[in-house]
């Protein structure tokens, strides 16, 4: 997006972290100098007024997350076309799930980017969609917060902003910056460290291990597979025992090798369909590793605040070390409780070349991010040095890893320090920004 006069349009009010997603980098992008235009979806009237007097609309680009704005919601014009398509518009999907659940949408749109954050992503887009106009690999990065994130539907400008900004963190890290570092807002970006929001050192942190993630129920998972005969559901079962038994399995490439084996004879386009529809496999295999890496932790004696909804359900021997809150938070909510934390775990959800955005938040937060590792995860952080490992493979290992951070506070001090300082360079919405507007969106890694 080398084209500096280009207006950005973002979406508020769909999923609360998609939405975060898109606040984040709208104020990033503005605080940048780029013209910003909020369609708040909460707001439908407001959003189509603003938009109806939009001037110049194919001067937009529309940045969205996982398709929104595309799905055949009303507001956009539903139907046979939407409003990107009436007016020109061009747009970048950002995929921050496997592409076998957008399997309608890649079907449907081909003058359309698609970043995935995931290189597998990237590469199975390119294989079944390889009419999509262009398909780049683009990491996640992590959230911090911010005191606000109201916003009024339209141009951004500082009165529809009157509180929203950050009182002394506000754009701090010069290095990220690059030729967009120089936007007329020098004053505010290039601040020093020293002015950054303190974070709590680790013995003022209340909670040992914290886990931002809800547990998706058995209940929940089978909702996707009702209606299918035993059959098919004994065949998608064996496939999650398969995943289970070797988790470095890539999920879209073992889903197709099933497919293959059970049905030959089936044309090779319909494969994808196919795919769309067993998404069971990756709930369940996700839920799995989710309740087993937290029940090892609490069976082993650590107490555990999980942050999200039904933790209460989780099956385990010593309940009393399993704190929850059995309500769905904020981004924002589980920002505080990561920077209340000295510990972070992640599990990631089939994110194989790629990672999720919980491992760089835990590290903005100053917590130890601990986590199972990835092909991308290992290229950009060093474990033990900006994170702590364990393997999905080995139940022991995460406790050996807690234990052996638990029993060594300078290493875990360490860790959380530099993680957070290579966290602050590369990993934040800020660097995500600057790399819009410098045309990285258009740059990264091509698989």
Known sequence: MNDNDKRIILITGNTETLSYFSKELAFYLYRLGREIFIWDMTKPSASIDAFATL???????????????????????????????????????????????????????RDISVACIDRNHARYVKKWHPYIKN???????????????WMKPGIMNDDTIPIMCRKTELLTDADSLGDHGKCGQENDINRSQENERPVLSLDERPIDIVFAANLVTQEGINKSIEGADSEYREFLHDICEQMIAHPNLVLEDTLYSRLIEEFPD??????????FHMVYVDLYVRSYFRAKAVRTLVDA?????????????????????????????????????LENS???????????AGAHDRVFSSMLAGCAALTDPSEYLDEVIKPWEDYVPFTLNEPESIIQSVCKLRSDRSLMSHISETGRKKAKRSFTWLATANSILSGGIYEKEKT
């Open 55 to 109: 001037p110049d609309k194919d001067r937009s680009v529309l940045v969205t997350f996982n398709f929104i704005g595309l799905n055949g919601e009303g507001q956009f014009g539903g139907g046979l076309s939407n409003i990107w398509e009436e007016y020109g518009i061009e747009v970048i999907s950002i995929m921050v799930d496997s592409p076998i659940y957008y399997y309608r949408q890649l079907d449907k749109y």
């Open 135 to 149: 398909v780049y690999f683009w990491p996640l990065c992590g959230n911090e917060p911010i005191l606000d994130l």
């Open 266 to 275: 089936e044309p090779e386009d319909s494969y994808p369909e196919a795919m």
């Open 301 to 337: 004696g650590y107490k555990v605040y999980c942050v999200g909804q039904d933790w209460d359900k989780l099956e385990c021997a010593h309940p009393e070390n399993l704190i929850h809150t059995d309500v769905m938070l904020t981004s924002a909510d589980c920002i505080r409780a």
């Open 342 to 352: 000295k510990i972070s775990l992640n599990v990631m959800p089939h994110f194989k």
